[in-house]
């Protein structure tokens, strides 16, 4: 499976983006989907993830109520919706998928990983 990010930026606190992530090379729609974040010096950490027909999806608590995740399986694409950014969401934030049939949060549970998209959020 290739994954690859697009939709990071500079955005002020406050502010909203929303990050893309197109997947190919494999059927999309047996993948849980999630977004994990890297800040400097920090280890990489959850962030979401969906499965397929999973309306709700599963949240890191650091950014439930601000994030939401949702794919398109018709497009192989997950995205993340990040509003009311604050400072402590600046981060590399890598897309990836696991083959799991069941929410994980562990990094090592993902297989596939893109090769990240930078958002800095200044304050």
């Known amino acids: 499976v290739q994954l690859v990010e697009s939709g990071g930026g500079l955005v002020p606190a406050g502010g909203s983006l929303r990050l893309s992530c197109a997947a190919s090379?494999?059927?999309?729609?047996?993948?849980?989907m999630g977004w994990f974040r890297q800040a400097p010096g920090k280890e990489r950490e959850f962030v979401a993830a969906?499965?397929?027909?999973?309306?709700?999806?599963n949240y890191a608590d650091s950014v439930k109520g601000r994030f939401t995740i949702s794919r398109d399986d018709a497009k192989n694409t997950v995205y993340l919706q990040m509003n009311s950014l604050k400072p402590e969401d600046t981060a590399l934030y890598y897309c990836?998928?696991?083959?799991?049939?069941?929410?994980?949060?562990?990094?090592?549970?993902?297989?596939?990983w893109g090769q990240g998209t930078q958002v800095t959020v200044s304050s």
């Open positions: 090379g494999r059927t999309f729609n047996n993948l849980i």
């Open positions: 990836a998928a696991t083959t799991r049939f069941t929410y994980t949060v562990v990094p090592e549970d993902y297989a596939y």
């Open positions: 969906m499965r397929r027909l999973d309306s709700n999806g």
